[in-house]
Structures are given as C-alpha cells and as structure tokens.
C-alpha cells in the first residue's frame, strides 16, 4: 500500500514569491491534515480536511496561507507571497476514519524562503 | 504554557541500557496518546498508542498518568537502531493533535 507522499521534497524560493506544495494521503483516508514544523519548535497543526470539506483550519498562520482538497482526494497548500518566516518543513498527515486516530505522515517538504 | 512538554535530551544511553522518557500535558480533558519516532530528515512514523491500562511492545513499554497528566516511553536493552528523535503526542478528543518539541536520542556503541 502507497504510502502518504508529497512533493516537492524540497522548495527554494525567495520572498514574495509563490509556492504549492502537495500532498497525496493513502487511499480512502478521509482525514488530510497539514502540519508544519519551523526550526527548533514543536510541530504544529494548520488545518484538517475530512473528505474535500475543511473541519479546522484554525492553525493556519495568516491568509497568505490557502489549502485545498477538490474532490476529496489530493491536497494542496498555497503560500502566497511567501515570508521569510514561512521557512520551516511542512508535513501531511493522512487518517482513516476518526479524527483522533493514529496519523500516517508523508515525507514532508522542506520550504526555504530567501 | 505549551499542549505538550518533552525533555528535549540529548539522551546518550549505551546499547543494552534502559532508558526512560517523560511527556507532559496540559489538558486534562486529552483522550487520546501516542509516541512517534522520527528519524533524522524523515517523516515521524507511529511507534505506538499509549493506553489507560500501559502497553508493551517487545522492548517498548508505555505508561499514561492520568492524574499527573504524564505519559512515559520506556526502552529496554537499547539497540543502536533505536536512535532516533521520539515524540510525544496528544489528542485532545478533536481533529488537533499537539506535539512535543521532541527528546533525542543517541545509543552508543
């Protein structure tokens, strides 16, 4: 079974620019979430997806932030523009069915803003 | 004050040591309780739930006090492949689960 997988692994790109990072969860999983870990801080949450429906997004940051999952499937997280203190590694997270069971995590993808 | 507070280590155990981590939490209300290990530049990976009761897996041992609102991870006759970063995280009964900054932990040969 594929695992959750995002792209890219890493971004590079300089302030004020745009960047979409992606992230598709294990088949069937209803629950995607985003998490995002900046330097020496503790991981922390940003938003929940059940399906294509956004539960909590209560951890975004600011509206330079957008996700999306159309159709329930993939997700996709817009930084725009992107600020310095945007760098960090973000991860996605994928359950089955509860909210508050055990989360599968991709890879992440490691965003650098100059 | 922090959902969750972890020692942050490092902690620098020889193979064949037992060693133990300690977790905090704020709330009270938190229903649900796991470790996660992470290895370097990876994704954290379930190491396993953390029940009322305590739970064992092989070397593993996990333990949740409810009164103190504490939970433990206990490693037994460390292997050189536990080293890793492990993180404690918890769910507060919603979609949030809050992590730990995360306590390493380097076994030495």
């Known amino acids: 079974e594929a695992g959750v997988t995002q792209f890219p692994s890493h971004s590079v790109i300089e302030k004020g620019q745009t960047v979409t990072l992606r992230c598709d969860p294990i088949s069937g999983h209803d629950n995607l979430y985003w998490y995002r870990r900046v330097m020496g801080k503790e991981i922390k949450f940003l938003l929940h997806f059940v399906k294509e429906s956004k539960q909590d997004e209560s951890g975004m940051p600011n509206n330079r932030f957008l996700a999306e999952r159309t159709g329930g499937t993939y997700s996709t997280l817009k930084v725009q523009p992107a600020e310095l203190e945007d760098s960090g590694v973000y991860f996605c997270?994928?359950?089955?069915?509860?909210?508050?069971?055990?989360?599968?995590f991709g890879s992440g993808t490691q965003l650098s803003v100059l | 004050r922090k959902e969750v507070e972890q020692d942050p280590g490092p902690f620098n155990v020889p193979e064949g040591a037992t060693v133990a981590f300690n977790c905090t939490y704020s709330?009270?209300?938190?229903?649900?309780f796991f470790w996660y290990r992470q290895d370097c530049r990876k994704e954290p990976k379930l190491l396993m739930s953390v029940y009322s009761s305590g739970n064992e897996d092989g070397r593993f041992t996990a333990q949740l006090n409810r009164a103190s609102q504490y939970i433990s991870l206990l490693i037994r006759d460390s292997k050189l492949s536990d080293s890793a970063t492990y993180l404690c995280?918890?769910?507060?009964?919603?979609?949030?689960?809050?992590f730990g900054t995360g306590t390493s932990l380097t076994v030495i040969p």
């Open positions: 995280v918890v769910n507060q009964g919603g979609n949030q689960f809050y």
């Open positions: 709330n009270s209300a938190s229903q649900s």
């Open positions: 997270a994928s359950s089955q069915f509860r909210a508050n069971e055990k989360l599968f």
